[in-house]
Structures are given as structure tokens and as C-alpha cells.
């Protein structure tokens, strides 16, 4: 079945850095686009970036444009996400994703960061 398992989260402090990976498993990984979504306390989850199936093509929320970086590994079947001068704002559950067709949208369970100083 459809894994996906984020980890690298946690407490840094404003202006630090973090980079969080999600390892994918249960489907062919080097054929599908991977998103990063976010949740921050009392708010809806919110799109954050994505990259197309080769590595290609990414896209970012305004909001961490700059700031963020998605990558991915398809050899590790892994996507990542690199986050510099993190701001309080940042604040937020972290969710990896990915849409196998317009009914089967896969989550992973969520890291945490923290960004306070």
C-alpha cells in the first residue's frame, strides 16, 4: 500500500534552517508529482510547494518563495524539503503528498516544526 513518512521536523529558531524528507513507498515514485502541505494551529491546511516526476518543474506558495526549496531523490524515493530563514509564521504540521489520480490523494503523518526562539 500507499506509504508516505516524513520526518526531520522540530524547534528551531527564527532565521534557522530546516530540511525535511518524506520517504514514499507502495507506488512508482520516479512517475508521480510530490506536493508539501502545511497546518498550522487553527488554520486549513495549506498548499507549500511541489516538483514534477523528473525533478524539473517546481512551484511554491508565495509565502516561502525564496526561502524554501523542494527536491527529490527518485533513486531513495525520496522528496525533500529544504527551509531557510524560518520565520514564527512557518509554524505548522508539515505533510507530504501525492495525487495518483483525482481520486486517490495519499498523506503521510506529519512532522512538526517549530520555529520560536
Known amino acids: 500500500q500507499v506509504q508516505l513518512v516524513e520526518s526531520g521536523g522540530g524547534l528551531v529558531q527564527p532565521g534557522g534552517s530546516l530540511r525535511l524528507s518524506c520517504a514514499a513507498s507502495g507506488f512508482t515514485f520516479s512517475t508521480y508529482a510530490m506536493n508539501w502541505y502545511r497546518q498550522a494551529p487553527g488554520k486549513e491546511r495549506e498548499w507549500v510547494a511541489d516538483i514534477g516526476s523528473t525533478g524539473g518543474s517546481t512551484n511554491y506558495a508565495d509565502s516561502v518563495k525564496g526561502r524554501f526549496t523542494i527536491s527529490r531523490d527518485n533513486a531513495k524515493r525520496t522528496v525533500y524539503l529544504e527551509m531557510n530563514t524560518l520565520k514564527p509564521e512557518d509554524t505548522a504540521v508539515y505533510y507530504c503528498?501525492?495525487?495518483?489520480?483525482?481520486?486517490?490523494?495519499?498523506w503521510g503523518q506529519g512532522t512538526q516544526v517549530t520555529v520560536s526562539s
Open positions: 503528498n501525492v495525487q495518483l489520480s483525482p481520486w486517490r490523494s495519499y
